[in-house]
């Protein structure tokens, strides 16, 4: 079974600071990890992902996530972080890659809510 | 690209009435799309899968004959709460999963639709 851990529930940053989401996983076999974020009462909006390659991502808005497989980790980092940065990040893990057809389920985190202050 | 929509954004219903609630994707086709619910500050959780042209499959504990799911075409699924009750009020939202050549098989979300019923 997949499974994906955000340890903290609430993040809080000054703007212009350095962020980190954290982001832990468990697959049975190779992860494809996403990055969502969530604003209120809206749907999720894609940041990035890894699916294979250069263990650095980047994103979108200036996000990026490092892939750690020793760690099992893909943590969510911004250099600077902005107020409207403010919102909800949802890490999430795919089972086995299906090009065509069915399954391709995500698994979802609890969730951490950031919050940039001035 | 990749814009995914639902109709309606909220709707209010009376209990023992029967909503539905529509996924389009605007400018791709996906053969999967996949329903979630979210409750207030939680993750999503996956409620069904839908496949184009074929039967839901429903996660373990959800009620496939309350929650009716058809995927009637490579654009559309749509999900139909029978019967509701207040402890059905959520957040539903929708993804689809791209299916195009090369694509990411990332899954598309749409914006969500907030149901509450009295």
């Known amino acids: 079974a997949q499974s994906v851990a955000q340890p903290e529930d609430q993040v809080n940053v000054a703007e212009g600071n350095p962020l980190t989401v954290k982001c832990t996983y468990s697959?049975?076999?190779?992860?494809?990890l996403f990055w969502y974020v969530q604003y209120p009462n809206r749907g999720l909006q894609f940041l990035l992902k890894?699916?294979?390659?250069?263990?650095l991502v980047k994103g979108s808005y200036g996000f990026e996530a490092e892939f750690n497989k020793s760690q099992t980790s893909f943590h969510l980092k911004k250099p600077s972080a902005l107020v409207s940065d403010s919102a909800l990040y949802f890490c999430?893990?795919?089972?086995?890659?299906?090009?065509?057809?069915?399954?391709?389920?995500?698994?979802f985190g609890t969730g951490t809510q950031l919050k940039v202050e001035l | 690209g990749a814009v995914v929509s639902q109709h309606p954004s909220w709707v209010i219903c009376k209990s023992g009435t029967s909503v539905k609630i529509e996924c389009r994707s605007l400018?791709?086709?996906?053969?999967?799309m996949f329903w979630y619910r979210q409750f207030p500050k939680q993750s999503l959780m996956l409620m069904a899968t839908?496949?184009?042209?074929?039967?839901?499959?429903?996660e373990q504990g959800v009620e496939k004959d309350k929650f009716l799911i058809n995927h009637a075409s490579l654009t559309l699924s749509t999900l139909t709460v029978t019967s509701a009750h207040p402890e059905d009020s959520s957040f539903y939202i929708c993804?689809?999963?791209?299916?195009?050549?090369?694509?990411?098989?990332?899954?598309?979300f749409g914006p969500g639709t907030r149901l509450t019923v009295t």
């Open positions: 993804s689809a999963r791209g299916n195009w050549a090369g694509g990411g098989n990332e899954q598309y």
């Open positions: 697959v049975s076999g190779n992860p494809y």
């Open positions: 890894y699916i294979t390659g250069d263990n």
């Open positions: 999430a893990v795919r089972d086995t890659y299906i090009p065509t057809g069915g399954g391709n389920k995500l698994t």
């Open positions: 400018d791709f086709q996906a053969t999967t």
């Open positions: 839908s496949n184009e042209g074929s039967k839901a499959t429903y």
